[in-house]
């Protein structure tokens, strides 16, 4: 129900824009999260947005060098991320929630639908 993708290898201070596309639930009214591993350390919150009114929230770690758009026309909400860092390298999930309380959005238990993550690698 939700598919990730546009990961890759980029150098530090490159771009890469990720997009996460849904079916099988109502997207204009759910929150879409996404969320990043990193080997070794435990998945955490980077961005969410309500895509019934389009507020967002950011990670203090990637305010201001990652955007989170929606496109609900084509049920796609879009991940824009800017002067990457070696520490942002992970793999990048996407989820989404119906029910979601904004105020722990980065919770990932605040989600019911997960998708397969995509992998990001900033080289130094």
């Known amino acids: 129900q939700l598919q990730a993708s546009g990961g890759g290898l980029v150098q530090a201070g490159g771009s890469l824009r990720l997009s996460c596309t849904a079916s099988?639930?109502?997207?204009?009214?759910?929150?879409i999260g996404w969320f990043r591993q990193a080997p070794g350390k435990e998945r955490e919150g980077v961005s969410c947005?309500?895509?019934?009114?389009?507020?967002?929230y950011y990670a203090g770690s990637v305010k201001g060098r990652f955007t989170i758009s929606s496109d609900n026309a084509k049920n796609t909400v879009y991940l824009q991320m800017n002067s990457l860092k070696p520490e942002d390298t992970a793999v990048y999930y996407c989820?989404?929630?119906?029910?979601?309380?904004?105020?722990?959005?980065?919770?990932?238990?605040?989600?019911?639908?997960w998708g397969r993550g995509t992998l990001v690698t900033v080289s130094s």
């Open positions: 947005i309500n895509t019934s009114n389009g507020n967002t």
């Open positions: 989820a989404a929630s119906e029910r979601a309380n904004y105020q722990y959005w980065r919770s990932l238990y605040e989600y019911d639908y």
């Open positions: 099988g639930f109502t997207f204009d009214d759910s929150a």
